[in-house]
């Protein structure tokens, strides 16, 4: 209650105290998460997303980790006391608790690290490699989890010269665990999901059952137009084989380095064998490697598509399962060198009516608000040539519709029963959005049909 004789302005100044304060805590949990990925702890990453509800309003910079600010402090503490800081102290044996299973596997991690640290891999400047355990309760690992939780990523950069590990780290940050979305998630489009059962998730969780003519497809496409669901798709494989999931954009990884084009897909394909059974997802892979050719074409992007193909043609000789998994709403437009070495060519079409009656009540309902009766049918009648991020984008704008209703009575002082008459969907609602909304891919859809019927193979 003391604050409250405190002048304005003083008062002004303990918030924005605490304000930083606790973007600063913030900022520290979004360091320790991107630690901790580097480092290949993907569950404790995963867990510390969860326990301290971090939704992604930041993103780690590109040239600043825990590892360099730490570098820095010793740096400073050396300048200014003569002397190293000290960050833990080993405590003696006896009085050391007894590691978990799991804090004894991350333990293992650390001293790799440590180990690496003393032979030159990590950065000079560190203090006496630093132990630290990790104490969790003593559950066992599920025999599903990908080799990623077991390996620790400094592992595989002790392998690597100097100059590639930056660039593995860069690649690391591209693994994404794709749990969330399952087969159940995807509405519709049961053929492509059986496809991608057998090209996909029965060769990397059955290994020995795909051996000699039937080994692993090289490389599997999905072709389609925008929305249609194909991304949903590769993360739902992902999931269902329980394997590491590389997420590959053109403009997330490669223009960011152009100059090193060809040694990123070589470091992907390192990394991705390391961390075995894994999927290499390349989304808008036309855009890596597309047809244009000769003169024209920038000398980056040519060196970068012939690694490529070298690497999905050294997939026979690699040790583990790597499968590349590619996306693609111009099919046309990619190298047939490139095309040929995606064998596996799978269709994802528009939605058909009953898909998108599933649509519509799914997004529909997935917020708690009282709906009118509808009938999806007649809802899915009215979008035909709409994609499943169309429908999205209908319900969307059907529900803003209610909550732009809604705002006055929020803001007011209205009555209970005036707010709970006001938050109701009508159908009136629906049917403006549906007008509004146009679709996008329709045009598209035409055009990949008659590209399957030419060059899919499915
Ligand atoms: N069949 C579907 N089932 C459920 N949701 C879908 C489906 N199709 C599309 N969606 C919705 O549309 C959104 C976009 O889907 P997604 O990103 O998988 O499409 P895409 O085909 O990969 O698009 P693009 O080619 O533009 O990358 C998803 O987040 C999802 O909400």
Redesign the pocket.
Known sequence: MAGINRPMSQMRKIETKEALFRVRKRILKYLVHAFLRQEGFLTTADSLVTEAGLTGEYEVCDNIDLDIILQDYCSYYLMRFNKQPQFCRQLPAPRRPPPSRRARTELVGAEEGARGAEEGVEAPGLPQAVLVTRLGQDEEAPSTTPATDRKPLSQFLSTLPRESKELAVMLSRHIVRPSGVSWS?????DEAKSLLMETVVYPVKYPSLFTGLLAPWRGVL?H????????????AAAAESCCTFFNVSCSSVVNKWRGESEKIIQILFELAAYYSPSIIFI??VETLASERSGAGEHEASRRLKSQLLTELDGAADRQGTVLLLA???MPWEIDPAMLRRLEKRIY?PL?DAN?RA??FE??LTSKSIELPKLNYQDLARRTEGY???D??LVCKEALMANVRKMLPCVTGKASQQHRKDKDKLSLSDVLTAIDKTKPVSRNLAQRHQEWQKQMGCS
């Open positions: 998630d995807v509405k519709g489009l999905l389609g137009p925008p929305g249609t669901g194909k991304t949903m798709l590769a993360r989304d808008e996306n693609s709403n994802i939605p898909t599933q649509l799914t997004f994609s499943g991020s429908i999205k």
